[in-house]
């Protein structure tokens, strides 16, 4: 690693229940790959009061294990991320469904890509056995929407797997308690003219129970597009919080331009979409 690169990382998990899915979660995080590239990783499973022993159990395991006694997707995140320490955070669920395993290669690509906010394409063909038709159509369809309404160029606006620096979670306003945490976070980044860019990865089928509730989650997610859209954004700038947009550098992109002034006054920089084979994280063996 490079002198000044970032060293520590902290893997956030929000957990409901997922008792079943804990051992093999955590064995499944490639700790000692990330301790040989020169990662500190601390482990964060967030027990958003679960009622099957999950927090015990991963507490067991190893991971250091928050308390959200308040029960939401979005709940559980931000009590994880207040918690962390690490200069570079990464997400995903408990559910056995994100390949943590790319991890060495994602945290690669953002740092060595210069990018802030780096997220994940779960919606390729590739993945079609691991996500029901009707979960695959939803994604689909807000996914179209945040694009129209953000002018972002995010395919999946609901994938659960995000890597970025720390520093970047104090600059976002982030409301949504629930499920729609995972599209605001993203639109917030981009918003805010966060250089944000998109990986394909794999999606294997959930172990355990789904905690999705698809038509109710749906439709709150929708309506939260248009609320996000038409709120006026807070001035980070002006509070105590850090901000970090301009003193990242941009990496020099022919992709680069300047897109239209949705609000927050950052320059926007433009995604850096890459095609699914020229990034096969997932499926070609890439460790
Ligand atoms: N849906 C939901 N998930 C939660 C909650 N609290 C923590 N989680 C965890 O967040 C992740 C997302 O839930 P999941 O059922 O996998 O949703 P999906 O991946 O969108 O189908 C899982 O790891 C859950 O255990 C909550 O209140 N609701
Ligand atoms: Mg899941």
Redesign the pocket.
């Known amino acids: 690693m490079s002198a000044g690169a970032p060293t520590t990382l902290s893997i956030v998990?929000?957990?409901?229940?997922?008792s079943e899915n804990m051992p093999a979660l955590m064995a499944g995080l490639p700790l000692g790959e990330l301790g040989a590239l020169g990662w500190d990783v601390e482990v964060i499973v967030v027990d958003?009061a679960s009622e099957d022993g999950t927090g015990d159990l991963a507490r067991a395991l190893g991971a250091t294990v928050v308390e959200q006694p308040r029960?939401?997707?979005g709940n559980?995140y931000a009590a994880g991320f207040d918690a962390a320490r690490g200069d570079i955070i990464a997400t995903g669920?408990?559910?056995l469904?994100y390949p943590f395993d790319h991890l060495p290669d994602l945290l690669r690509e953002l740092v060595d890509g210069g990018v802030d906010f780096l997220t994940t394409d779960r919606l390729h063909r590739a993945n079609a056995a691991a996500m029901k038709t009707s979960?695959a159509i939803g994604n689909a369809v807000l996914s179209t929407v945040s694009r129209a309404l953000f002018g972002s160029a995010f395919r999946d606006s609901?994938s659960?797997m995000w890597i970025f620096r720390r520093s970047v979670w104090s600059s976002l306003d982030v409301r949504s308690p629930?499920?729609a945490f995972s599209q605001e976070i993203k639109n917030e980044a981009w918003r805010r003219g966060f250089t944000c860019r998109e990986v394909p990865i794999e999606y294997r089928p959930?172990g355990g129970v789904?905690?999705?509730n698809a038509t109710r989650d749906g439709l709150t997610n929708l309506a939260q597009l248009f609320a996000h859209r038409l709120r006026r954004p807070v001035d980070l700038a002006s509070t105590s919080q850090d901000v970090v947009s301009t003193a990242i550098p941009a990496p020099a992109s022919p992709l680069a331009s300047q897109g239209p002034s949705i609000g927050g006054g950052a320059p926007r920089r433009v995604i850096d979409l890459r095609e699914p084979q020229d990034a096969t994280l997932a499926s070609d063996g890439v460790s």
Not at 13 to 18: F, V
């Open positions: 998990i929000p957990a409901l229940n997922e958003n029960r939401g997707y559980a669920d408990a559910d469904t979960h609901q659960g629930g499920m959930r789904v905690k999705l």
